[in-house]
């Protein structure tokens, strides 16, 4: 190789030993191949070169574009592999860090008892059904046995919207019972869901809201007796409350759409409010085997199926399960409280595992 070569050839070295990025690469590149590029240069100039000379001199000038294409390349190899290895240092996922400080928004313990029931009663192989807050009167009171002027109309005095002329006024629900209506004239027999809404009274004091929420339950099928009744219940209420022995107590009790009809109490102690002990007895729920008149309201035969309904307030039971004092709290948007009594949104309830 002439001197001229070799200085092309050790100053390209040092050039590519130099270059830190692509792009020094790339500068080095058409410095040397490209148009105006050195080596392109004296290939050019080969036809200048006497006679004689030029057969050696195209042999070591082909040489040279070799060895420098091939050092080029091969630096530009090095270069992207090390961009690449910093690119993924710079990427890593460490997954033993701490999570991020949690988001602001949390679940409000309304939301957070409703979820749990349906992973509860899920797991059970319950549906969830649903209706309107606003009801016929039908669905709300007379297909569940209770007739206009029935003394049980009282207990449950409500909103009543303006009606259209010749019918009664739609109501806002006063519990989630029409929703049984909805479903066995919707879902037909057999049939087993749960009914977790809102509903309405015209009530307002420090333990009741015109507004508030109900969790209903109605099973249905030939042969379903009191007592799968109280197996699901008793599990249900162990299960909620995360007491395995929690005492359960089946009262006799009156509702027009069920007989019989049975109110359900937990064991606590009243002065501690823990659950499971002491002496005392707490209301948490009505119940009953589905009334055969409500059956044959809706077309189904009452000698052929037969079934029973529950139905209990989400917050009278997610203020015991969580010892919230206060009922007014739970609809004042107080992000104080909110806070407080939140739930995580990404620690999803795994209460069906228990039950
Ligand atoms: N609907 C009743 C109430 O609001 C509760 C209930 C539901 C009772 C189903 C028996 C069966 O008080």
Redo the contacts with the bound molecule.
């Keep these: 190789m002439t001197d001229d070569l070799s200085a092309l050839q050790a100053e390209t070295d040092a050039a590519l030993a130099a270059c830190a990025d692509l792009r020094a690469w790339d500068a080095v590149r058409v410095g040397v191949l490209g148009r105006n590029g050195k080596l392109t240069a004296l290939l050019r100039d080969l036809g200048k070169t006497p006679p004689e000379q030029r057969r050696d001199r195209g042999a070591a000038l082909n040489r040279l574009k070799e060895a420098l294409t091939a050092a080029i390349e091969a630096r530009r190899g090095a270069l992207e592999a090390a961009a690449l290895d910093a690119r993924l240092a710079a990427e890593r996922l460490d997954p033993s860090l701490p999570p991020r400080p949690r988001a602001a928004g949390l679940i409000h313990p309304i939301s957070r008892t409703m979820e749990e029931m349906a992973a509860i009663f899920g797991a059970m192989g319950f549906e969830i059904a649903e209706g309107p807050d606003v009801e016929t009167d039908w669905h709300n009171f007379s297909a569940l046995n209770i007739p206009a002027h029935h003394p049980a109309r009282d207990?449950?005095d409500t909103f009543y919207l303006t009606a259209p002329p010749g019918s009664p006024p739609p109501v806002l629900r006063?519990?989630?019972?029409p929703v049984?209506i909805r479903a066995m004239l919707g879902r037909g027999v057999p049939l087993r869901v749960i009914v977790p809404g809102r509903?309405y009274r015209a009530d307002h004091d420090a333990t009741h809201s015109p507004m508030f929420h109900?969790c209903?339950?109605l099973v249905l099928d030939r042969a379903i007796t009191l007592g799968h009744l109280k197996g699901c219940l008793i599990d249900f209420l162990r299960a909620f409350f995360a007491v395995p022995d929690l005492p359960v107590r089946f009262r006799a009790s009156y509702?027009p759409?069920?007989e019989p009809?049975m109110e359900v109490d937990i064991g606590w102690d009243r002065k501690s409010g823990e659950l499971g002990k002491g002496a005392d007895w707490l209301e948490i729920?009505?119940?009953?085997m589905v009334h055969p008149r409500v059956l044959a309201n809706v077309g189904i035969d009452p000698r052929e199926w037969q079934g029973f309904?529950?139905?209990?307030g989400v917050e009278r039971v997610t203020m015991l399960k969580h010892g919230i004092p206060d009922l007014r709290p739970f609809y004042e948007s107080d992000i104080r409280w909110l806070r407080h009594y939140g739930f995580n949104p990404l620690a999803p309830t795994m209460l069906h595992e228990g039950a």
């Design positions: 207990d449950q006063t519990h989630t019972s049984q509903t109900q209903e339950g509702f759409f069920t009809s729920l009505g119940s009953g309904a529950f139905g209990m």
